[in-house]
């Protein structure tokens, strides 16, 4: 499978106008060569794929690797580089001190690309979308689990920690991200970090969370309604899930991220709530929590494929009362769009004290 990815590479280093193109960012060098490393190198020429390891991991990369396996020593990448005039690199995930480093070695023109192995990794494999529906299903059950715990007094942080357990007890890897569990007034905030906020009648419960499984994430919210709901917040729930639905109904190959994001935008403006709209409309998942492109007014260039993984997950948010939040993540399909977490329901839920 990773040769065919690396095949991918050596395709577009023509369209991209180079004759060789690095790569160094961990979970790229994951994604072309099955192997997890923290630092290392692959030299991919029109022609051939090398790995540059140290020590730690020549060994295994020798063993596993999809490319032949070399030992890092000085010189190494300016030989293998030795007869490309332009090498290109992503503008994104290379640090300074890496482009230094690579411009004080190699004698071709280093030659910054945008999003180059993001772009390539969007598109998703028929495996990669199993393996990110595995990572759904454990989602499903983070939910039922959360809602098992939502009793009086019970604190944002314990539930969130609490999750986690269940979900590694259960062969989840890790957290797709910090999980937000917001009780309340603190729902208003769409980055929020759980805390020792206490559960309480009458409070919304935001819930967004992922966990990654074989390497892959998930991302989903919903919100409920902890006893009898406010009516303000009751009425932005419903614009939300209106715009979201809307949203996911105009996903479809060669639509733009921008005029997708409109589409929720239009919803929640004409009900009077535009300033209340704080992100975008969502963004690409698969091997990362969030990966290109990005669902934005400004992405007017960035348009959808067959085969992308998208979050759509608008929101209204409401300044010392609370906020809502729905997110499904959504295939492009050839004829339109799969919605991937369609299994767990996003209706009005009141959950009774």
């Keep these: 499978m990773s040769q065919k990815r690396i095949k991918k590479v050596q395709k577009a280093i023509s369209e991209w106008g180079v004759d060789a193109f690095i790569v160094t960012d961990p979970v790229d060098l994951f994604y072309l060569t099955d192997v997890q490393m923290s630092l290392g190198t692959i030299v991919i020429t029109k022609q051939k794929a090398t790995l540059v390891v140290d020590n730690r991991y020549l060994e295994k990369c020798q063993q596993e690797a999809s490319c032949p396996a070399v030992q890092l020593k000085p010189g190494v990448v300016a030989s293998l580089l030795s007869k490309s005039k332009r090498i290109g690199f992503s503008q994104e995930s290379t640090s300074y001190s890496q482009f230094s480093s690579l411009a004080a070695e190699v004698e071709g023109e280093l030659v910054p690309l945008e999003y180059p192995m993001q772009k390539i990794r969007a598109v998703k494999e028929a495996s990669e979308v199993r393996q ?117 109904k105009a996903v479809k190959p060669a639509i733009s991220c921008a005029k997708l994001y409109e589409v929720s935008k239009k919803v929640i403006d004409k009900a009077g709530y535009g300033d209340k709209y704080l992100h975008g409309l969502g963004h690409g998942i698969g091997l990362e929590t969030h990966e290109y492109p990005t669902l934005r007014p400004t992405a007017t260039k960035s348009m959808l494929e067959p085969g992308m993984c998208i979050t759509v997950e608008p929101g209204i948010y409401l300044p010392n009362l609370g906020g809502v939040r729905i997110e499904d993540m959504i295939l492009v399909t050839k004829d339109g769009h799969e919605n991937l977490t369609s299994g767990y329901p996003k209706e009005k839920l009141i959950i009774s004290p």
Aim: proline share 3%.
């Design 132 to 248: 990110i529906k595995r990572a759904i299903e454990l989602c499903y059950q983070g939910f039922e689990f959360v809602k098992s715990r939502l009793t009086p007094g019970v604190t944002e942080e314990l539930i969130a920690k609490q999750l986690q357990l269940f979900w590694l007890a259960l062969g989840g890897e890790a957290l797709s991200f910090d999980s937000i569990i917001a009780f309340g007034k603190n729902a208003s905030m769409p980055h929020y970090r759980a805390a020792s906020t206490a559960l309480k009648p009458g409070d919304i419960v935001l819930v967004d969370i992922g966990v990654v499984v074989d390497g892959y994430a998930s991302d989903m919210t919903r919100c409920f309604f902890f006893g009898k709901p406010d009516k303000r917040l009751e009425k932005i729930y419903d614009i939300v899930l209106d715009a979201q639905v809307k949203s996911i």
